[in-house]
């Protein structure tokens, strides 16, 4: 079946470094969204791409649509005790979303 | 408020006895869904409705069962629970375009004995 494979599983970094978590799809998306879910919360959506090869831009995080449609990443520069948390990609396709497993960030003051 | 209200936050219980995790949005949504959440396994969806009336499975529906009587209300139903159902489980919504975010609840966090 359609899966959405996402990486790293877990991070742990410096605050001050930088971030990334990578979503790959079998199969083209007709969309990508992400959620941040904090430790013993929920996932709560951050941003949507739709267009081939998109980016876009939220203060230090960055995320981007792949050309194909079928793979896209979330960055964040320089990062904060604030960004601790699970990041998700989903990925819409006909009509309902695959979410990835998640990347656990955590940060060390 | 916009929100998603699931009930109860914390469940424990025993094998076998049934119980049902209620779910409410006020947005008049379309779309609701069910997700179970297990470390490592991210999130994996139950079931999901389209709208009221209209029920599907997801990728792991075995040992629920859900209803969409209303378009606000979206229970799940654990018939006979087993302990392979301990889990954290979210209930979502959406506008029922698939391109919407979803909206999730606090969560409901089973155990079972």
């Known amino acids: 079946g359609q899966q959405v494979m996402q990486i790293p599983q877990y991070q742990h970094v410096q605050e001050g470094e930088d971030f990334t978590t990578y979503c790959n799809s079998s199969?083209?998306?007709?969309?990508i969204q992400w959620y941040k879910q904090r430790p013993g919360g929920h996932p709560v959506f951050l941003i949507q791409?739709?267009?081939?090869?998109e980016v876009k831009k939220q203060k230090r995080l960055t995320f981007q649509f792949g050309e194909a449609k079928k793979n896209s990443s979330l960055h964040i520069t320089a990062t904060q005790t604030t960004d601790v948390g699970t990041y998700f990609c989903?990925?819409?396709?006909?009509?309902?979303?695959?979410f990835g497993k998640g990347t656990k960030l955590s940060v060390k003051p | 408020e916009a929100q998603v209200t699931q009930n109860p936050r914390y469940l424990i219980t025993v094998t076998g006895k049934k119980l049902t995790v209620t779910c409410s949005q006020n947005?008049?949504?379309?779309?609701m869904s069910w997700y179970r959440q297990d470390p490592g396994l991210g999130l994996r969806q139950i079931y999901y409705?389209?709208?009221?009336?209209?029920?599907d499975k997801g990728d792991v529906p075995e040992g629920y069962k859900v209803s969409r009587k209303e378009k606000r209300n979206f229970p799940l139903i654990l018939e006979s629970p087993s302990p392979n159902q301990t889990s954290l489980y979210f209930c979502?919504?959406?506008?029922?375009?698939?391109?919407?975010?979803?909206?999730f609840g606090n969560g409901t966090r089973l155990t079972v004995t």
């Open positions: 979502a919504s959406r506008v029922g375009a698939g391109n919407s975010p979803l909206h």
């Open positions: 199969t083209t998306l007709s969309n």
């Open positions: 791409l739709v267009k081939s090869g």
């Open positions: 989903a990925g819409g396709s006909q009509g309902n979303l695959i």
């Open positions: 947005m008049n949504h379309e779309y």
């Open positions: 409705s389209m709208n009221v009336e209209v029920t």
